[in-house]
């Protein structure tokens, strides 16, 4: 028989392990002590602050309310012997992602807005048009800018979002607004126009550099109230320039064009032959006389 004298006893090695978890989850200590008798006691102080939470032999689980890193401690006390061991253990925030912004743009124009995320990255969101979700991975910075190009007024949303670590949540939404509510800038220029180079107006000849804030220029409609000058319109006119974008809005200027008519008056009359002694009938069968001219 073996006689024990003073404070012998076997010495157990606490240990045990974990992993990170995402806040909400609950974290498993594993138990990995050694040397542990079949008398010890267990005291486990989950956030080291001197009070024991939990004092199961073996492994436990604990759901801590906040994220934040821990030191959790094991203690384990057989006998006159006691070994405590200490270890960080992680508990993950969830991350967010909150998408904001909205915009007007031009039909066929692209729109950006803005994802703000929180957490560690890299992040992978899912965001939808209301029909077709689209997820994008491997997000490094927050916020994220998404550029959409709808064909129509769509209203996006974030469907998911994840971290490096673990689920979060989403929130927030962005309405792109696709229309163009701004009329056209009609610009004239004044116009001279020689009646001998035909007297026709053309927009392109009044235009002078009308645009939109959508309609390419090439594309808005131009038109004039009078294109056509003949000599009784030598002088100055005034003619509107009415310009039109694709979304039908309308502006106009006035452009004054000066009519100047070179145009040599052809002088023609015909005299058919009279019995001597009749009176000869002469008709005027002048063209381009303009209304200033004289006979003589
Ligand atoms: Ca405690
Ligand atoms: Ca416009």
Avoid: R
């Amino acid at each position: 028989m073996v006689k024990l004298s003073g404070n012998v006893c076997n010495t157990p090695a606490a240990s045990f392990t974990s992993s990170p978890v995402c806040v909400g989850t609950a974290i498993a200590f594993l138990d990995a002590s050694t040397e542990v008798a079949a008398d010890a006691s267990y005291a486990w102080d989950i956030d080291n602050d001197g009070t024991v939470e939990y004092t199961t032999a073996g492994s436990i689980t604990h759901t801590y309310s906040e994220a934040d890193t821990y030191t959790a401690s094991l203690t384990i006390t057989q006998g006159a012997c006691s070994d405590t061991y200490t270890q960080q253990v992680t508990v993950h925030a969830a991350p967010t992602a909150t998408l904001s912004g909205g915009q007007t743009v031009c039909p066929g124009g692209s729109a950006e807005f803005s994802i703000a995320l929180t957490g560690t990255g890299p992040w992978s969101i899912t965001y939808t048009d209301g029909t077709t979700p689209v997820t994008i991975n491997d997000i490094t910075a927050s916020p994220h800018t998404l550029q959409v190009t709808p064909g129509s007024t769509t209203t996006y949303s974030l469907e998911s979002v994840s971290d490096a670590n673990c689920s979060g949540t989403v929130s927030g939404g962005a309405t792109v607004t696709v229309e163009d509510t701004t009329p056209p800038v009609a610009v004239g220029q004044n116009v001279t126009l020689h009646l001998s180079e035909g007297g026709n107006l053309t927009t392109a000849a009044v235009n002078n550099g009308s645009s939109d804030n959508c309609t390419a220029p090439e594309a808005l409609v131009l038109s004039l109230d009078k294109t056509t000058f003949t000599c009784s319109d030598t002088g100055d006119n005034t003619v509107v320039l009415t310009l039109e974008d694709a979304a039908g809005l309308i502006h106009t200027a006035q452009a004054t064009v000066t009519v100047v008519n070179d145009i040599a008056p052809v002088v023609a009359f015909t005299a058919p032959p009279a019995c001597e002694g009749a009176a000869t009938v002469f008709t005027d069968m002048s063209t381009d006389v303009a209304t200033d001219a004289t006979y003589a």
